[in-house]
């Protein structure tokens, strides 16, 4: 697979690497649920002996599996494939400015198991020490262990840049400049490690288990502590030189204080700031993010100025690159999503859009754990798609 869809993964070797017309098969059954062999054959350009070959071999690797034949048309009836769920799994390990989480996932992508546990900041004797124990809980999961094709680590890049933004000082997040956490990590565990940004992690998993629009380009927009984001063109996630394309965080953003960055505009860091100020424990929007009280003036005014932000990626991505949309997701409830998506679309409709074909904006699907469930699918992409 392109470096630009796996991104950098550690020099061990693929558990299960595949044949190009294998990957081809397997990508496809993953997108459609489920082809008959005639389908698959069509689709993939393949002849139909060779279609059949390779998916024979797939059905007794375990990776696919046949299921209910189809009646009632015309000739015999037609038996699709899926995928095996239990024929692989993927860990992923998210590295977050407040949590730790990390997840099992199966080869259709459904989360078998989870562990989060809440950080003052990251470190990294801290998250060595919950990448052990939190491996050891997940891998008891599942029967056969041996089908884990590795771990998939979404991470800040240049952690150490945002100590203040963090509530740490910088030589608390000093060790992380001079550390090589991917062999750490392989080390510790003995997998293939894949190594992503936090944001573009989380691309991945709304491009192959979310996107119900089915935009070919787009942007995608994750609303974490820290503001993050993803590049998706021709239906290919596009990471850049430097794998840090769609970094919208690191966006110029003038306002009345003067000139910043975006993250310091549309960040939940900033929400849980106002919180604090207003005698809330502004934690507590890490601890559940699918259900938050009533914050009030501190929820409403955040919402106003992230979507000013986010207006402006918005406008400045659909006129650099003319896309079919942006997705915005984040780490915070489905309403408190829908009331930004929907300050968004009000801003930037306010915007000066002359020359600017203005593509949809929707929400995403995968939710808070997009960074988990995007890393824990890095294994699976290098090692099948």
């Known amino acids: ?87 692989a799994y993927g860990v992923g390990l998210k590295i977050g400015r407040r949590s730790y989480d990390m997840s099992l996932i199966d080869l259709s992508g459904e989360v078998k198991a989870t562990l989060h546990e809440n ?43 945002w100590a203040e933004e963090a509530g740490a000082s910088p030589d608390a997040l000093a ?24 944001a573009t992690a989380a691309c991945s998993a709304e491009m192959t288990f979310g996107n119900s629009p089915r935009l070919t380009n787009y942007l995608y927009i994750f609303v974490g502590t820290f503001l993050g984001g993803g590049l998706v063109l021709n239906g290919h996630l ?23 960055q975006l993250i310091s505009q549309s960040s939940l860091y900033l929400l849980e700031k106002a919180l604090n100020e207003a005698g809330e424990n502004g934690n507590r929007i890490y601890d559940d993010s699918e259900y938050w ?8 005014q955040w919402v106003d100025n992230a979507a000013t932000g986010l207006a402006y990626a918005a406008q400045c991505a659909f006129t650099l690159l003319d896309l079919d949309g ?24 306010q915007s000066d859009l002359r020359g600017v074909s203005v593509g949809e904006l929707v929400l995403g699907k995968v939710g808070s754990k997009a960074q988990s469930i995007g890393s824990a699918n890095l294994p699976l992409i290098a090692n099948y798609y």
């Open 326 to 349: 942006v997705i915005i997701d984040g780490a915070m409830p489905v309403d408190v999503k829908q009331q930004l998506l929907t300050k968004t679309q009000k801003v930037l409709m």
């Open 238 to 260: 596009f990471t850049g030189k430097s794998k840090n394309a769609g970094a919208i965080g690191s966006l110029p953003f003038v306002t009345h204080s003067g000139a910043n």
């Open 293 to 300: 009280p009533s914050y009030g003036k501190a929820l409403t």
């Open 1 to 87: 697979m392109a470096e630009s869809e796996t991104e950098r993964q550690s020099t061990s070797e693929l558990l299960d690497g595949r044949s190009q017309n294998e990957r081809a098969i397997l990508k496809l059954i993953r997108q459609e649920r489920a082809l008959p062999k005639a389908e698959i054959a069509k689709r993939s350009g393949l002849s139909a002996q060779s279609a059949t070959v390779i998916i024979n071999k797939l059905e007794n690797d375990g990776l696919v599996t046949r299921l209910p034949a189809i009646r009632g048309g015309v000739g015999q009836p037609k038996v699709p494939f899926g995928l095996a769920a239990n024929g």
């Open 175 to 198: 060790t992380w400049r001079n550390i090589d956490i991917q062999q750490e990590l392989h080390q510790q565990l003995q997998l293939p490690v894949f190594l992503s940004n936090d």
């Open 119 to 161: 950080i003052a900041y990251p470190t990294v004797s801290s998250l060595l020490t919950f990448s052990k124990r939190a491996y050891s809980l997940l891998s008891q999961q599942i029967n056969d262990a041996s089908r884990i094709r590795g771990l998939g680590v979404a991470m800040p890049f240049e952690i150490w840049n």
